[in-house]
């Protein structure tokens, strides 16, 4: 077995609160050594220089659209992506075809992320069979055939009683619920955030309430379960508020947030580009204040990318019949990475938002550099520019909210059990 060493890098370790300079060794898949001069002699030494070290970053909602979708995206491709972006750990939603409902389609998508990912593919199982939020699935087999949650993502349960057994039932069998919490009459036919810019560009709009009052129903039937209920994509301002109120109440609650609901206010569908459609739509200024300082306190406990990858053909339309959804894996560091220049985070805060914080919320063995864990890590430069464009895009889809945008940050290299996965600065070795 060789043993690399990573010399000289500032290693932010949120785990223990760690931010110094200091060498790594990995030998054998794991991290072996951690100090500024670490014993032993390295058979390959890398020099980080300027660089930042950190746990390999956590993905907690990602599309990977295999099987049934391939043209989309794939377990490869999307592992890729990932790769590039310094997630060393994804954990893919169940809306493929079929649906991820039974523990045959779980035992294919772990099977061939064996064979094909560049890095580790957890996998979330369907909530309800077909995501038709009517009839639970056999969450007790789908979890011993390996689902770390479930989830109808992509579809909202909107029967409170199925809900209630839903959360239930995956309490029981050691789960969390990952809910889309989107009522769906109340949106109606809502394509971006109701309001000024809605009105502006003729679109029909979707008002803030269509996610909250699902959020308080939801967080209500946490509280009555004792299940713990974590939120995607969280968007509006008073879904903070009511996942802060709760978490002060004793409600077993996590809650993500994506990059682009961070970054981007519904001031961008002003121009049509169907890239800006998701699924809650991209909402206000005061909105986006809320999400940053919810991630700040920690009312809302990490980043998620909802990556949701769509082929060109199928964006390229009117805005009212192009999919909901924009890729994220490769994106979502260097957009985080702007709230620590506005001094918002912290570098240990942002890399824990990214990494230590999402593996702590499905209790994944992930977001750690401590001796003996597994060398799963990522060097990064906060200072590489880069464009965004489709050509620079690892993803099969090219459908990114950030298209010719600036950004500033990127994974270098990027390793999965000691294996260079992602080399910025050459090709990756899988």
């Given at each position: 077995m060789s043993?690399?060493?990573?010399?000289?890098?500032?290693?932010?370790?949120?785990?223990?609160?760690?931010?110094?300079?200091?060498?790594?060794?990995?030998?054998?898949?794991?991290?072996?050594?951690?100090?500024?001069?670490?014993?032993?002699?390295?058979?390959?030494?890398?020099?980080?220089?300027?660089?930042?070290?950190?746990?390999?970053?956590?993905?907690?909602?990602?599309?990977?659209?295999?099987?049934?979708?391939?043209?989309?995206?794939?377990?490869?491709?999307?592992?890729?992506?990932?790769?590039?972006?310094?997630?060393?750990?994804?954990?893919?939603?169940?809306?493929?075809?079929?649906?991820?409902?039974?523990?045959?389609?779980?035992?294919?998508?772990?099977?061939?992320?064996?064979?094909?990912?560049a890095?580790?593919?957890?996998?979330?199982?369907a909530a309800t069979r077909g995501l038709r939020g009517e009839i639970m699935s056999e969450m007790a087999s789908l979890a011993e055939a390996g689902a770390v949650a479930f989830s109808d993502d992509g579809s909202v349960i909107m029967d409170a009683s199925v809900m209630r057994r839903v959360l239930e039932y995956a309490r029981g069998v050691g789960r969390p619920v990952i809910a889309h919490c989107e009522d769906v009459n109340l949106r109606g036919s809502g394509l971006v955030h109701e309001g000024p810019h809605a009105t502006c560009s003729g679109l029909p709009g979707s008002p803030g309430e269509a996610e909250t009052v699902m959020v308080a129903r939801d967080l209500e039937l946490a509280r009555l379960t004792g299940a713990h209920l974590h939120i995607a994509h969280v968007s509006a301002a008073r879904s903070v508020e009511l996942i802060r109120e709760a978490k002060a109440g004793g409600v077993r609650?996590?809650?993500?947030?994506?990059?682009?609901?961070?970054?981007?206010?519904?001031?961008?569908?002003g121009g049509y580009d169907t890239n800006t459609k998701m699924a809650p739509p991209l909402r206000t200024a005061r909105d986006r204040e809320a999400l940053r300082d919810g991630l700040a306190d920690g009312t809302i406990d990490c980043l998620a990318t909802d990556h949701a990858p769509h082929a060109a053909f199928e964006k390229d339309v009117e805005y009212s019949r192009a999919p909901f959804g924009v890729?994220?894996?490769?994106?979502?560091?260097?957009?985080?990475?702007?709230?620590?220049?506005?001094?918002?985070?912290?570098?240990?805060?942002?890399?824990?938002?990214?990494?230590?914080?999402p593996a702590r919320v499905l209790g994944l063995r992930a977001g750690t550099l401590e001796v003996g864990a597994p060398a799963d890590l990522v060097l990064i430069d906060p200072d590489r520019v880069w464009k965004v464009e489709p050509a620079t895009l690892v993803s099969r889809s090219k459908n990114s909210a950030f298209l010719g945008h600036e950004l500033r940050g990127a994974a270098i290299r990027t390793y999965v059990a000691g294996e260079l996965v992602y080399n910025a600065d050459g090709d990756a070795t899988r």
């Amino acid at each position: 077995m060789s043993r690399t060493r990573i010399r000289s890098a500032r290693v932010l370790d949120p785990s223990t609160g760690r931010d110094e300079l200091l060498s790594l060794d990995m030998e054998g898949g794991r991290i072996v050594a951690l100090g500024p001069d670490p014993e032993g002699v390295p058979d390959e030494v890398i020099e980080a220089g300027e660089l930042w070290l950190a746990p390999g970053l956590v993905d907690l909602h990602t599309h990977l659209r295999e099987p049934g979708q391939e043209y989309k995206e794939d377990i490869a491709s999307g592992a890729r992506a990932a790769a590039r972006g310094g997630f060393t750990t994804i954990c893919c939603m169940a809306n493929t075809d079929p649906v991820n409902d039974n523990t045959a389609v779980t035992a294919f998508i772990r099977q061939r992320a064996r064979e094909v990912a560049a890095v580790r593919v957890q996998v979330i199982a369907a909530a309800t069979r077909g995501l038709r939020g009517e009839i639970m699935s056999e969450m007790a087999s789908l979890a011993e055939a390996g689902a770390v949650a479930f989830s109808d993502d992509g579809s909202v349960i909107m029967d409170a009683s199925v809900m209630r057994r839903v959360l239930e039932y995956a309490r029981g069998v050691g789960r969390p619920v990952i809910a889309h919490c989107e009522d769906v009459n109340l949106r109606g036919s809502g394509l971006v955030h109701e309001g000024p810019h809605a009105t502006c560009s003729g679109l029909p709009g979707s008002p803030g309430e269509a996610e909250t009052v699902m959020v308080a129903r939801d967080l209500e039937l946490a509280r009555l379960t004792g299940a713990h209920l974590h939120i995607a994509h969280v968007s509006a301002a008073r879904s903070v508020e009511l996942i802060r109120e709760a978490k002060a109440g004793g409600v077993r609650v996590t809650a993500e947030v994506t990059p682009h609901h961070l970054s981007l206010t519904d001031e961008a569908t002003g121009g049509y580009d169907t890239n800006t459609k998701m699924a809650p739509p991209l909402r206000t200024a005061r909105d986006r204040e809320a999400l940053r300082d919810g991630l700040a306190d920690g009312t809302i406990d990490c980043l998620a990318t909802d990556h949701a990858p769509h082929a060109a053909f199928e964006k390229d339309v009117e805005y009212s019949r192009a999919p909901f959804g924009v890729v994220g894996l490769e994106t979502a560091l260097p957009v985080l990475l702007e709230l620590v220049r506005e001094e918002r985070l912290s570098p240990l805060e942002a890399i824990s938002s990214l990494s230590t914080r999402p593996a702590r919320v499905l209790g994944l063995r992930a977001g750690t550099l401590e001796v003996g864990a597994p060398a799963d890590l990522v060097l990064i430069d906060p200072d590489r520019v880069w464009k965004v464009e489709p050509a620079t895009l690892v993803s099969r889809s090219k459908n990114s909210a950030f298209l010719g945008h600036e950004l500033r940050g990127a994974a270098i290299r990027t390793y999965v059990a000691g294996e260079l996965v992602y080399n910025a600065d050459g090709d990756a070795t899988r």
